[in-house]
Antibody
Framework: EVQLVESGGGLVQPGGSLRLSCAAS????????MHWVRQPPGTGLEWVSR????????RLADSVKGRFTISRDNAKNTLYLQINHLRAEDTAVYYC????????????WGHGTLLTVSS | QTVVTQEPSISVSPGGTATLTCGLS?????????PSWYQQTPGRAPRTLIY???TRSSGVPDRFYGSILGNTAALTITGAQADDESDYFC??????????FGGGTKLTVL
């Protein structure tokens, strides 16, 4: 069974940093591109970032460029999202998502981890 | 800036048919964008419904149908049921694994 389990969310002050993690299991992690998607409270989904299966290429949404970094440790089957210079508008549930074969859509979603940025 | 448009809300009667659309501010939506659709109920993670325009994910009933209608992608729900009441998000693939979501449609069944 495919499982994606996010962790690392919580309450953080503006300007701070943190790293979200996503532990993957039930599939060959090294075969799949992975993504982060976020959802601010009461609003819609926003694509944040993606990383290829080897961890060699990444892409970021314009709204997070310069502050967010996506990475992965294929030996640990874990996806990461490093977030720096946190802002109130980063408050959201962050989902770890697996891209399908072909990388044109998502097939599995984690349950999400809530990040709240507030003083 | 790529903007994907969806109806904010749609109401449908039980047993009726609802069509949700997904448009682009600067282009026509075609199969080249590999439109996909996701269903989300409050407090839950999204669930993949439709991908590659019209392919249903495993376990999705054939009441859910994806298509291209004119210059938009569309999700049609026939025989609407109470538990279809959810938020529905379309997503387009812009290339190189970059995705963009629409703002979502809140479907009410009443």
């Amino acid at each position: 069974e495919v499982q994606l389990v996010e962790s690392g969310g919580g309450l953080v002050q503006p300007g701070g940093s943190l790293r979200l993690s996503c532990a993957a299991s039930g599939f060959t992690f090294t075969d799949y591109w992975m993504h982060w998607v976020r959802q601010p409270p009461g609003t819609g989904l926003e694509w944040v970032s993606r990383i290829d299966s080897a961890g060699t290429t990444t892409r970021l949404a314009d709204s997070v460029k310069g502050r967010f970094t996506i990475s992965r440790d294929n030996a640990k089957n874990t996806l990461y999202l490093q977030i720096n210079h946190l802002r109130a508008e980063d408050t959201a549930v962050y989902y770890c998502v697996r891209a399908s074969w072909g990388n044109y859509h998502f097939d599995y979603w984690g349950h999400g981890t809530l990040l709240t940025v507030s003083s | 800036q790529t903007v994907v448009t969806q109806e904010p809300s749609i109401s449908v009667s039980p047993g009726g048919t609802a069509t949700l659309t997904c448009g682009l501010s600067s282009d026509s939506v075609s199969t080249s964008y590999y439109p996909s659709w996701y269903q989300q109920t409050p407090g839950r993670a999204p669930r993949t419904l439709i991908y590659n325009t019209n392919t249903r994910s495993s376990g999705v009933p054939d009441r859910f149908y994806g298509s291209i209608l004119g210059n938009t992608a569309a999700l049609t729900i026939t025989g609407a049921q109470a538990d279809d009441e959810s938020d529905y998000f379309c997503m387009l693939h812009l290339g190189d694994g970059v995705m963009v979501f629409g703002g979502g449609t809140k479907l009410t069944v009443l």
